[in-house]
């Protein structure tokens, strides 16, 4: 046996912190400074992101209550449809420097400052300063990732708790102390507060890891896991049990609830409705109500889209143009490498999984405690459950949701890449490197190809310098001599160059609306409704998904009555020329839409009025609780947002809560609460839904007189017509 072969066979103490080199503060300074730069820049661009969020955080920013539920609007109506902790952080820097776009989305940038940092951190006390920074950097150049740290959904927040509670896993299975498992427990609690169970997907990797390697006999490493459990209940329960216990006549409805409980948010429409796809109000999948019923052709309620979206909801056709799935894409272990998820997170899977087994298989002989193997475990279970869960869930599914991948991947590269290459010594592990770089070299040809036009000379370039550093890495001479640090940049510009380009294609467009995605527009990239930079993309079939930049140009248009192409207009007319009480007419370039943006905003666009419009609802603004009510919450956010008075969101975010109920809302205005009614927005209906929309834009319509203003349809609810 030789010399290298026993060293690897006989057991591995678990090493010592790393030492600080000279140069690392600069380069970790340089990495930080960095990332800041480049998440901050130009962040005005994209204005209100998420309007759904933003006039969530307006509300939070002049009322305490509206803060703490979360709610849409100050008058406290209704609320978003997740809890508000990631909403907090915005409305007190709003509250600190005035409502505006950089206010808003400033926090967002630093916690993916943040993030880099944590995760710099966790790595490198196991791996060294190469592997920590390797990490950081993979993480902050994640395309998915420098959109959503540049954005106002919960994600951001989300990303940093999960991170948190590795790093303190870490510490207990490094020192077996109680207060870490407790401290596991508060930061998963904290992301339950973020954006409910999602959380919970890191929850079985970070308690099967310290059962394998917690320094405790096993039953004491139960009982710690308890109390990390109680650490989760009590830091995510006092917000739960608070909200149960309060009158409901008192506080907001429970947005995206149809019983107005955040259980039952939490249990359906935002837990296990997710995987199984029976999200009740939900407005996509099966929540399409009539999809395939070419008969009555009735989608959500609304007649004459159930012959057009039919095959699709049904599972005959998904949006794309692929066989199979549903309106969220098709399921499968493919899911995350197809062209909707893939530029978003796919380009070092591979290389990631590779280089996990591999670190495992080098740390075989070492005691149970050890805390490499131990990192090992939990970033690759966190990325196989967490990976596997997006690619099979049913239900509503965004390409952005995978930057809850982005650490996970980001931790193994840097870990996995540089713990390989300290043993580069033995042959296998030489392959390994090869075969981890043969691997990223093909799925950044394959990611690459799908926008052709699109850096062309590229992924060119990575072929070749990925090849050249393939080869070297299987010469010890060469991985030994003059030229390693040569060896290194080739395989660091193979796994980066495309991610980096992407992500500064990503930086350098502005975003907004619901559903968004990074990089360049890619040939058939859609995953589900939206899947463009911003707005609504379309349904089906478009070759390059639907990619919409914010001034609405781009391939998200469509044509044509009967199909998806063109977005549905609101409650007005809509494909197949049917019309809804109220409406506005929809126009060819998707304009108007419950689906798209437009003045009137819809379902996934937030709406954008002009200077008349703002100007009549601020008439006399002080004398109503809500200047406006509107079908949907992205409809009601840019008039609140313009005029920063409440307006009501009937409906929440699909439109299809059942809030305020028909008699609620004729008390409001028989009390001259409400001032005018907005035609437009949301869809109203959805999946088992007992939503009030219908019943309400009727009744409007049949007592109250339409005024028109700059395109706008309003009713003055305080004139009877």
């Known amino acids: ?50 309007s759904f969020y933003a006039a969530a955080v307006q509300a939070g920013s002049v009322s305490w209550k509206a803060f703490f539920f979360g709610s849409s609007d ?47 951190g966790t790595v490198r006390r196991y791996f060294g300063a190469a592997a920590g920074l390797l990490a950081g ?73 310290y059962l394998i390697a917690g320094p405790p006999k096993l039953g004491k490493r139960v009982l710690q896991l308890f109390a990390a459990l109680g650490g989760l209940i009590v830091s995510a329960g006092w917000w739960l049990a608070i909200v149960e216990l309060w009158p409901a006549d008192s ?84 899911r995350l490498f197809e062209s909707a998820q893939g530029g978003q997170i796919a380009w070092l899977i591979p290389a990631a999984l590779i280089l996990l087994v591999a670190g495992i298989v080098l740390r075989g002989k070492a005691p149970r405690v050890d805390t490499q193997r131990a990192s090992f475990i939990v970033w690759g279970l966190w990325l196989l459950v967490t990976g596997l869960t997006f690619s099979f869930m049913a239900g509503i599914f965004h390409a952005y949701y995978t930057v809850a991948l982005a650490p996970a991947i980001a931790a193994l590269i840097g870990s996995g890449s540089v713990f390989a290459w300290r043993h580069r010594d033995v042959l296998w592990v030489r392959l390994v490197l090869a075969v981890s770089l043969a691997a990223t070299i093909a799925m950044a040809w394959v990611l690459l190809g799908r926008s052709p036009s699109f850096v062309p000379w590229l992924r060119w370039a990575i072929l070749v310098v990925g090849i050249v550093a393939a080869v070297a890495v299987l010469i010890p001479a060469v991985t030994r001599g003059r030229l390693a640090a040569a060896v290194i940049l080739a395989a660091i510009f193979t796994g980066l160059a495309g991610p980096t380009a992407y992500a500064i294609d990503t930086i350098n467009t502005p975003h907004t609306g619901s559903i968004v995605s990074a990089g360049p527009s890619v040939e058939g990239g859609m995953g589900g409704p939206g899947g463009g930079r911003g707005g609504f993309g379309g349904f089906g079939g478009m070759a390059d998904g639907g990619n919409r930049r914010t001034d609405g140009t781009g391939a998200g248009a469509g044509t044509g009555a009967g ?11 809509i494909p197949g020329g049917a019309t809804v009480p109220g409406g506005t007419t929809s126009t060819t370039d998707g304009s108007r839409g419950a689906m798209g943006g437009g003045a009137a905003g819809g379902l996934l666009q937030g709406s954008t009025p002009g200077a008349a419009v703002v100007s009549t609802l601020e008439e006399n603004s002080d004398q109503f609780t809500w200047v406006a009510a509107a079908i ?68 409007v319509t049949e007592n109250f007189t339409a005024t028109t203003v700059d395109g706008v349809t309003l009713y003055d609810l305080t004139v009877a017509g």
């Open 1 to 50: 046996m030789t010399a290298t072969a026993e060293r690897l066979a006989a057991p591995v103490p678990a090493p010592e912190p790393p030492r600080q080199a000279r140069w690392e503060p600069w380069a970790l300074g340089v990495l930080l400074v960095g990332t800041g730069v480049a998440y901050i820049w130009g962040l005005g661009a994209s204005g209100w992101a998420n």
């Open 74 to 120: 100050a008058a406290n109506s209704i609320t978003v449809d997740k809890p508000p902790m990631s909403l907090w952080l915005m409305s007190l820097s709003v509250r600190i420097f005035g409502l505006n776009s950089w206010a808003m989305l400033v926090p967002q940038a630093l916690l993916g400052v943040g993030s880099v940092a944590l995760l710099w």
């Open 137 to 209: 950097l993979v993480l902050a150049l994640t395309p998915v990732a420098a959109l959503m740290f540049r954005f106002n959904n919960p994600d951001a927040l989300l990303v940093l708790l999960m991170i948190a509670a590795v790093w303190a896993m870490m510490r207990a299975v490094q020192d077996g102390r109680t207060r870490w498992l407790v401290l596991v427990g508060v930061f998963c609690g904290f992301g339950f507060l973020t954006k409910q169970l999602q959380v919970m997907l890191v929850v079985p990797p970070l308690a099967l890891t």
């Open 251 to 334: 506080r907001p409805w429970i947005g995206g609830s149809q019983n107005n409980s955040i259980l039952e948010l939490t249990l359906g429409y935002n837990g296990l409705g997710r995987l199984s796809g029976n999200e009740t109000g939900s407005v996509g999948g099966g929540g399409m109500r009539g999809a395939g019923d070419a008969a009555t052709g009735a989608v959500g309620g609304f007649p004459g889209m159930g012959e057009a979206a039919g095959g699709m909801a049904a599972g005959g056709m998904a949006p794309g143009g692929r066989a199979g799935g549903g309106m969220w894409g098709s399921t499968g272990i493919t």
């Open 563 to 573: 199909t998806l192409g063109v977005p549905p207009a609101g409650i007005g007319q």
């Open 632 to 699: 949907g919450s992205n409809s009601a956010s840019g008039y609140q947002l313009a005029t920063q008075s409440p307006v009501m969101a009937i409906g929440g975010f699909n439109g299809s809560d059942p809030s305020p109920t028909l008699a609620q809302f004729q008390q409001y205005v028989a009390e001259g609460k409400i001032h005018f009614f907005i035609a437009g927005g949301g869809m109203g209906g959805g999946m088992n839904a007992e939503g009030t929309a219908t019943a309400i834009s009727t009744w």
